[in-house]
């Protein structure tokens, strides 16, 4: 976990820096929105300090928890592959992050958002809100029952699919380790033209987004099975994905 | 500017996508928490957030984190964190309106130890390919933070105060009086 010691130096000894080339680029060629939104200036270097090695602990009590099972239930079922995603968060240490906040966001199985502003192409499902909200657990471990999402078309009509993808928030224990991506499914082929994915430069850091797919044990006997990781901070961090 | 070619704002819009209840009723309400009325003085904190024409953005999130009225973290990192107010969270989360503009009602702040008075942020939106952190302080006071800002930029992160209890705080993603944000 990140340093709660109190002395500068050995906070500045344990705060690694996010490893640039594993990171997006902020500026993407066929994103038209991101010149526009994206800070012109250079980010500003800062020494942590208390402000930053804190961070709000107790989020859960503050939002409402909506679960892991996204998948619907009893005769009210989403329709679409059912899946499950196995994900642990990890610090930079590699260290479990039990008790963080997660909060999941998805397309249903045809690729549409239960969201107003999506109003593009695919129906909606009746039964699939499409987010999760739930804590991890001691072993940084939480389990999703979702349905895989669709891909989808975006709207700058040059053939841009989004692969079929899952957003994730967390909340670590301090404000350095907030952290918004994305997770990707194996074997897609849209994975290699998605202008998101495809903008974080070091290959190794674009293959740590992608799930794990997990042959079939009879267990669950319903439902694909996929693993996932996450970390948090430092130069191993999963990248970012807004 | 952009030439003339860039598509529009508006059109070829992905997303953003947050489930229509990611930010729950009161979120951005940090004076009361679990029914309980925090310590200290309210304040509001009020802004847009623009993007580098200046067209404003709908549905951004915005996140605060910040310690009570006696400068105290609620996080074990703070060696006075069991002094710290038991009815003040700490953090925030307010979605952008149709003008662009979030809310906050909060406690004013006290200076945590060698730090002046001050507020984080956050702000995550489609097409920011990374969140943004940047802080907001009270005035133009010592801070080893708003010292790590060029000069010319520090006024930037000045809240600008609109009444007694009362202080607007714009955020420009990019552009013309771009917000300085860090490299966290």
Known sequence: MLSIAHDDARMTTLIEPRDERSQPARIVAGYPQTPWRNPAQPLVARRPTLSELTGPMEVARRVRLLGGDIAGHGDRQAIGQLIHLRVRVLDEDGAPVGGALVEMWQANGAGRYSHPNDDDHAPVDANFYGAARLVTDASGAFELRTVKPGAYPVPTNDGWWRPPHVHFSLFGRVWLSRLVTQMYFPGEPLNAQDRILNAVPDVAARESLIARYVPPTGNPHDALVFEHRIVLRGRTATPEQS | ?184
Not at chain 2, 107 to 133: D, Q, T, W, Y
């Open chain 2, 1 to 184: 500017m952009k030439p003339a070619a860039m598509i529009p704002t508006g059109e070829a819009t992905l997303g953003p996508f947050f489930p229509p209840r990611y930010v729950d009723e009161g979120a951005n309400d940090l004076t009361v928490f679990e029914g309980r009325k925090a310590k200290g003085e309210a304040i509001e904190i009020r802004g847009s957030v623009i993007q580098e024409d200046g067209a404003a953005l709908e549905n951004l999130i915005v996140e605060i984190w910040q310690p009570d009225a006696g400068g105290i973290f609620r996080h074990p990192a703070d060696p006075r964190h069991a002094q710290a107010d038991p009815d003040f969270l700490g953090w925030g989360r307010a979605a952008t309106d149709g003008r662009g503009s979030y809310v906050f009602r909060t406690i004013r702040p006290g200076a945590p130890e060698g730090r002046a008075p001050h507020i984080n942020f956050m702000v995550m939106f489609s097409g920011l390919m990374r969140i943004l952190k940047t802080t907001m302080f009270f005035d133009d006071g010592l801070d080893v933070v708003l010292s790590a800002v060029p000069v010319a930029r520090r006024e930037l992160l000045i809240a600008r105060k609109q009444g007694p209890n009362s202080y607007r705080f714009d955020i420009r993603l990019c552009g013309d009086g771009e917000t300085p944000f860090f490299d966290d």
